[in-house]
C-alpha cells in the first residue's frame, strides 16, 4: 500500500507536468522556467539539448516571440497522458505520453487540415527542492511523424 506521502508526491509530480503544458501552451515563458532547477537540461534530441535557464530561455524565446499578442491557447496544445512516475524520497522519474496539437501553420492564420503535429514520449528526472518538485531533466523522444522528430522541426 503506498504511504499518504507518496500518493501526495505523485499528484505534485503529475500537476507539475500539467503545469509545463499549460506555461507553454498559454505562452508564460518566466512561469515555464520556474518548473525547473538552476542547472536543469532539456533534451530534444535532433534540434538540441539546452543546459541551465539561461539556455532554455534562449532555445524557447524564438517560439514564445512568434507568439507576441497572439491570446492565450491559441496556437496549440501539449496534451500529456499515461504518466508512470516513481518516486524514491527527494528523487523521481517519470514517462508520459504526448500529443502536440497545433492548430495553424507557422506563420499562418489558416486552420490545419490535420492538427496533428507529432507524438512523443517525454521522459523525465524530477527534484524535490526546498518542498517543491521541480524538473531536472526532461528528454523528448520523438516518434511521430517521423522517429527522430517533425519533418518542419520542433518550433513551430
Known sequence: MRSLQELNDLEDIRNLRLDYTHHFDGGDLDALLSLYVDDAVCDFGPFGTWEGKPAMRAGWLPYFESRQGAARYSYGRHAVTNPRISVT???ATGDWFLIDISYFERGS???RANPVVLYGTYEDRYRRV??????????????????????????R
Open 89 to 91: 524520497g527527494d528523487e
Open 109 to 111: 492564420t489558416t486552420p
Open 130 to 155: 526546498n518542498g517543491v518538485w521541480k524538473i531536472v531533466r526532461t528528454t523528448l523522444h520523438f516518434q511521430w511523424p517521423v522517429p527522430g522528430g517533425a519533418p518542419d522541426g520542433l518550433v
